[in-house]
């Protein structure tokens, strides 16, 4: 992966655009998502795919967890995987991407 920096250099270069602080911050967390994303097991690669990308709730995780073989214990620590999902408020969440 590009070193961030770079990254941005070669933005600013090849389309002229100037990246504010938030917009940097942004591309970092999802591109670090996508790497954490990689390096899950296949199941829970599977799970987090079958999740809505629209908020959802811990409920609507449970269901959709337990039908790809997981235990709630997984659920619950893939669900606090803040390089993966978004907690928005008790009981609700919503992936990065």
């Given at each position: 992966m590009a070193?961030?920096?770079?990254?941005?250099?070669?933005?600013?270069?090849?389309?002229?655009?100037?990246?504010?602080?938030?917009?940097?911050?942004?591309?970092?967390?999802?591109?670090?998502?996508?790497?954490?994303?990689?390096?899950?097991?296949?199941?829970?690669r599977a799970?987090?795919?079958?999740?809505?990308?629209?908020?959802?709730?811990?409920?609507?995780?449970?269901?959709?967890?337990?039908?790809?073989?997981?235990?709630?214990?997984?659920?619950?620590?893939?669900?606090?995987?803040?390089?993966?999902?978004?907690?928005?408020?008790?009981?609700?969440?919503?992936?990065l991407f």
């Open positions: 070193n961030f920096p770079e990254l941005f250099q070669h933005i600013h270069q090849t389309y002229g655009i100037e990246l504010n602080d938030v917009q940097k911050t942004f591309i970092e967390k999802v591109l670090l998502s996508r790497k954490a994303f990689i390096k899950l097991p296949d199941n829970h799970f987090f795919n079958a999740l809505p990308k629209d908020d959802f709730i811990t409920e609507k995780a449970i269901l959709v967890g337990r039908r790809k073989g997981l235990s709630r214990a997984t659920i619950f620590r893939i669900l606090g995987n803040e390089s993966l999902f978004i907690k928005l408020g008790h009981g609700l969440y919503q992936r």
